[in-house]
């Protein structure tokens, strides 16, 4: 069935450092691929997201970047600052339903 | 509204009573989704609505597992005889066509004790 896998579960980084999250999608169908930004006790917040046309894009410090052939998408974030800690969520969408990777956590370092 | 409703933010129930749970989609909105997030884990797919038509009910855990959509728009989750393992963050996300951008609300928090 659809599978969404994301790497890596946790991930620490010193204030200024950048953080690089991964995700492998099964459906070939997927066309779209958003991001998720989940504070504590929060709801999921799109952060920003890409769609199959396009490789790459970017919004100030993030940026997304896609490989269809490989069925590869990965999170960029720059420059993290402490209020990027959370969890982050990749996600793919096929026909209408959303697949969720299992979350990455996030911790930037002052 | 300005963006996805949900209520109550925090519910607290006996283990063998039903629960109702609410959401409130943005305005417009076509596509709504329930998830579910158990503690620390992912974002569980219960059911998709079109409108008022559920096309994938294929999420829902068991049969004490409902829910409904009336007018288009606000939504009802309901959990008939409540059992410990459905403690669990609720979620509701909706999308203006079911192939655009899915906004979440902030969930409701289900206890059973």
């Known amino acids: 069935g659809e599978n969404v896998e994301q790497h890596p579960s946790t991930l620490s980084v010193q204030e200024g450092d950048s953080a690089v999250i991964k995700c492998t999608y099964s459906d070939s169908a997927s066309n779209y691929f958003p991001w998720y930004k989940q504070e504590l006790g929060k709801g999921p917040q799109l952060i920003i997201d890409?769609?199959?046309?396009?490789g790459e894009k970017k919004d100030q410090r993030i940026a997304v970047t896609l490989n269809k052939t490989a069925k590869h998408f990965s999170l960029h974030i720059t420059e993290t600052q402490p209020e990027d800690s959370a969890v982050y969520f990749c996600?793919?969408?096929?026909?209408?339903?959303?697949?969720f990777g299992t979350g990455t956590r996030l911790k930037v370092l002052a | 509204g300005a963006g996805v409703s949900q209520s109550p933010s925090n519910k607290v129930t006996e283990k063998g009573k039903d629960v109702e749970l609410r959401c409130d989609p943005i305005?417009?909105?076509?596509?709504l989704y329930w998830y579910r997030q158990s503690l620390g884990q992912g974002l569980e797919f219960l059911i998709y609505?079109?409108?008022?038509?559920?096309?994938?009910k294929s999420g829902l855990p068991s049969d004490r597992f409902s829910a409904e959509r009336t007018g288009g728009s606000v939504s009802t989750l309901t959990i008939q005889r409540t059992q410990q393992e459905d403690s669990a963050v609720y979620l509701c996300?909706?999308?203006?066509?079911?192939?655009?951008?899915?906004?979440f609300g902030q969930g409701t928090r289900l206890t059973v004790v």
């Open positions: 305005s417009g909105h076509t596509a």
């Open positions: 996300a909706s999308s203006f066509t079911g192939n655009t951008e899915a906004f």
């Open positions: 609505f079109q409108g008022n038509s559920a096309p994938d």
């Open positions: 890409i769609r199959s046309n396009v």
């Open positions: 996600a793919a969408l096929g026909a209408y339903k959303y697949i």
